[in-house]
């Protein structure tokens, strides 16, 4: 029942089901237009938003106009701070990185757990649950906790696919050096986050009305022609939701390659992603002003990129 | 749009397809190794771990793991279990604040009028969009300020900020809350905040369930913020104690105690209390979790 009710207001949030409900709504909400209620619900959460969402929004950026030197103290500079962020070498590495890691890792890790949800909506044996529960797991495990654990199989001294690779007498790859650490934390957060976006696909293609597939069976439809022809395109907007997901986790990618750091031999540099460099700038370095700007700058980088996003995929008024 | 379609079983398949049981059966090893790997590699001693026999994911001759439990709760004078007091602490009020939060503001949004709402809940959708960590290093600059930094409010304040949770409960109250059972409320004479828990909680509970779990698993899980925040040992949460651990283990400056032994048996404690709360609230998420979340 939670479930039907929760596919229900899914669907109704792709749909735009809220603008439906005031429309529904119009009459009794103007009866009560004379009473405060509505804010005074609203106001403790208002509250929160203002405090740790304007304010330090804010704030960077008050600090971000200035520079705090030994020598000159603190000055008004301007758009000094981003002028140097959009041309730091360091910082625009890092922002190069998360985008191709976000251009080849999102399409992996959509394809994987699309694949996943299509088999398991096609499936009611109870193997089938056993597995979207496991498949599911990670997402329950710290990202610190799955980093390690990763990094400890990665390890060439003592992790398995030295086993492995000792069988057919080669030595294994270390997946945590140079040229192979795109794969290796590829791999760690498709590991993390497939079997999330499995279930929210999952519970997608549990809403379809089964009635479809019959109507398409009877006109001869393959199984295949049944998913990609009326299944995906059903749970298109629930792809759009991932997709938006996905974009602005990899976009602030920090935690897994700051605990893969210390055992990946300097490959993992203080610079390797925009949100690391930020950490270092303002704990490190104590350039907080300068770190405020590198902040405040991603923020407006993802935001852009997934307003630009939801704008191009918005044709049937999906997520927002 | 508003007809709840009950899932039923597909006629297809039926479970007899061998291929698709060998994709599923490739996945569930995939997604279990690691998990496997932390299991086993807890019940080794700290030889066994680097050097033993069996190799990486199978158990040693040595069975150590209540050892390894036994110098997990003494080491440093049992630290870890002060860090995981200290993970469960930020878990619950921190989830337990964002969500009592969300459930008001989200009810406010969907059933009220009133100035400026359509405004602020553009500004909300807004804010789902902003990156949670572009705003931990502004948010530990204006907490210096307020001497705030380096305690337990430093991690629990932030973490009832939940904008993506007022959206779901908003979404999810337009739909499962008639309008005319608020009006046969107050007609007869219960005022809002009755009518709040007695009518509306009960009718959002699927809602409720979700986002307490999520913004509970986003605390638990959460790094960056407490690694901003703190640098107290004594208030860390096991994700930062562990990542500290690590970074010393790495650099070999464990003084003597193999702290990898440690680490793999508190990253195993550390994740057990979740696993079981997905388990016993399955029937609750396995729906509820289509609503999504950016945690």
């Known amino acids: ?320 | 749009m508003t007809t709840v379609r009950r899932a039923q079983p597909r006629t297809q398949g039926g479970g007899r397809n061998v291929v698709a049981h060998l994709f599923l059966a490739a996945l569930v090893i995939y997604f279990l190794v690691p998990v496997w790997f932390l299991f086993v590699a807890s019940t080794k001693d700290a030889h066994g771990l680097f050097a033993g026999s069996a190799g990486a994911l199978w158990f040693d001759k040595n069975f150590d793991l209540f050892g390894n439990l036994a110098a997990l709760t003494t080491f440093n004078q049992g630290i870890f279990l002060r860090w995981l007091g200290n993970s469960a602490l930020y878990a619950l009020s921190g989830g337990v604040g964002a969500t009592v939060l969300a459930v008001l503001a989200g009810y406010g949004f969907a059933k009220f009028q009133f100035r400026g709402r359509n405004l602020s809940f553009a500004i909300l959708l807004g804010s789902v969009m902003v990156p949670a960590t572009a705003l931990v290093i502004p948010t530990f600059v204006l907490l210096s300020q307020l001497g705030l930094t380096d305690t337990i409010w430093a991690v629990i304040l932030p973490s009832l900020l939940n904008p993506f949770g007022v959206y779901l409960i908003r979404v999810y109250a337009a739909d499962a809350i008639p309008d005319e059972l608020l009006d046969a409320a107050r007609v007869d004479g219960a005022g809002e905040i009755r009518t709040f828990f007695q009518v509306v909680l009960p009718l959002m509970r699927p809602a409720v369930v979700t986002v307490l779990l999520l913004s509970i698993v986003g605390t638990w899980n959460n790094y960056f913020l407490p690694l901003a925040m703190l640098s107290n040992t004594n208030l860390f949460p096991t994700t930062v104690g562990i990542g500290l651990w690590e970074g010393l283990a790495a650099s070999n400056n464990a003084g003597g105690q193999s702290l990898w032994s440690l680490i793999i048996v508190g990253s195993l404690i550390s994740i057990i209390p979740l696993i079981i709360a997905f388990l016993s609230l399955q029937k609750y998420w396995q729906g509820g979790l289509s609503l999504g979340s950016f945690k």
């Open chain 1, 1 to 320: 029942m939670a479930n039907a009710a929760a596919v229900r207001a899914e669907k109704s949030a792709r749909t735009g089901g809220g603008r439906a409900g005031d429309a529904g709504s119009k009459r009794s909400s103007r009866q009560r237009k004379h009473l405060p209620a509505g804010s005074l619900f609203i106001a403790p959460f208002g509250v929160v938003f203002l405090i740790f969402l304007i304010a330090p929004l804010a704030y960077a950026f008050y600090l971000s106009l200035f520079t705090k030197g030994l020598a000159t103290g603190t000055e008004f500079k301007g758009i000094a701070n981003y002028v140097r962020a959009f041309t730091d070498p360091s910082f625009l590495k890092g922002i190069w990185f998360v985008i191709r890691f976000s251009l080849v890792l999102i399409p992996v890790q959509m394809a994987v757990s699309l694949a996943a949800a299509l088999v398991l909506d096609s499936m009611t044996s109870r193997f089938a649950r056993f597995s979207r529960l496991m498949i599911f797991l990670p997402y329950a495990i710290p990202a610190v906790i799955g980093a390690l654990m990763w990094g400890f199989l990665y390890s060439p001294s003592f992790g398995p696919l030295q086993q492995l690779f000792g069988l057919i007498g080669q030595k294994a790859p270390f997946l945590l050096s140079p040229d192979n650490i795109f794969g290796g934390l590829m791999n760690v957060v498709t590991w993390q986050w497939a079997g999330y976006y499995m279930i929210i696909i999952y519970a997608a293609l549990q809403g379809i009305d089964p009635t479809l597939y019959e109507a398409a069976r009877m006109d001869g439809a393959s199984a295949r022609q049944l998913a990609f022809r009326i299944k995906i395109p059903m749970v298109s907007s629930a792809l759009v939701l991932i997709l938006v997901f996905a974009l602005i986790g990899t976009l602030q990618f920090f935690t897994e390659p700051q605990i893969l750091g210390p055992v990946a031999n300097g490959t993992i540099t203080p610079d390797f992603t925009p949100n690391i460099y930020a950490f270092n700038l303002a704990f490190a370095y104590a350039q907080f002003n300068y770190a405020s700007a590198i902040s405040f700058a991603l923020g407006i980088v993802v935001f852009i990129g997934v307003y630009v996003f939801l704008f191009l995929t918005r044709r049937r008024g999906s997520f927002l």
